[in-house]
T-cell receptor
Framework: GQNIDQPTEMTATEGAIVQINCTYQ??????LFWYQQHAGEAPTFLSY??LDGLEEKGRFSSFLSRSKGYSYLLLKELQMKDSASYLC??????????WGAGTKLIIKP | IAGITQAPTSQILAAGRRMTLRCTQD?????MYWYRQDLGLGLRLIHY???????GKGEVPDGYSVSRANTDDFPLTLASAVPSQTSVYFC?????????????FGPGTRLTVL
């Protein structure tokens, strides 16, 4: 079966750095997405990786290793507004997104 | 402002009733999707449409139907609601037919079936 694993919850301190990991087993691979979802709101796009390596976008970076079925989202200089759930999703061979359950990130002052 | 709208925002429904959730996008995106989101589970695809006039089944299609008469609208119908369909429903769209493009989400509909 297809599976996306990410930690259920993480806690970090304002101003610090946090890394959210995602491992996947899917039938085929056409890219990996990270989305941010604040409580009670819709998911919003953060990043897309299809090749191995690091993609940097401001305070957020995303890394992919296809051979290891592994990705991480790195958030730097954490702000209170970064408190949200972070969703990892993989596009499979049918071009459908398979979603992880999300990682709830709690930022403490 | 361009985007996706969903209606209603929330709804409480008696089991056995028929309900249509509405979704409209003004981005002229080809592909549209319906997901449900339940606590502790990832988003699960219900139905999708790669282009107007075509639809397909996702991971959890049973009890739901969709239509795609035009580019902008993609309604989701529950023919006879059951309590297990209590969930938050998100509509999304992307601009490719078979695409690795980014999906953009509507604000969601919170549905409770009693």
């Amino acid at each position: 079966g297809q599976n996306i694993d990410q930690p259920t919850e993480m806690t970090a301190t304002e101003g610090a750095i946090v890394q959210i990991n995602c491992t996947y087993q899917t039938s085929g691979f056409n890219g990996l997405f990270w989305y941010q979802q604040h409580a009670g709101e819709a998911p919003t796009f953060l990043s897309y990786n299809v090749l191995d390596g690091l993609e940097e976008k401001g305070r957020f970076s995303s890394f992919l290793s296809r051979s290891k079925g592994y990705s991480y989202l790195l958030l730097k200089e954490l702000q209170m507004k970064d408190s949200a759930s972070y969703l990892c999703a993989v596009m499979d061979s049918n071009y459908q997104l398979i979603w992880g359950a999300g990682t709830k990130l709690i930022i403490k002052p | 402002i361009a985007g996706i709208t969903q209606a209603p925002t929330s709804q409480i429904l008696a089991a056995g009733r028929r309900m249509t959730l509405r979704c409209t996008q003004d981005m002229r995106h080809n592909a549209m999707y319906w997901y449900r989101q339940d606590l502790g589970l990832g988003l699960r695809l219900i139905h999708y449409s790669n282009t107007a006039g075509t639809t397909g089944k996702g991971e959890v299609p049973d009890g739901y139907s969709v239509s795609r008469a035009n580019t902008d609208d993609f309604p989701l119908t529950l023919a006879s609601a059951v309590p297990s369909q209590t969930s938050v429903y998100f509509c999304a769209s992307s601009d490719g037919e078979v695409s690795t493009d980014t999906q953009y989400f509507g604000p969601g509909t919170r549905l409770t079936v009693l």
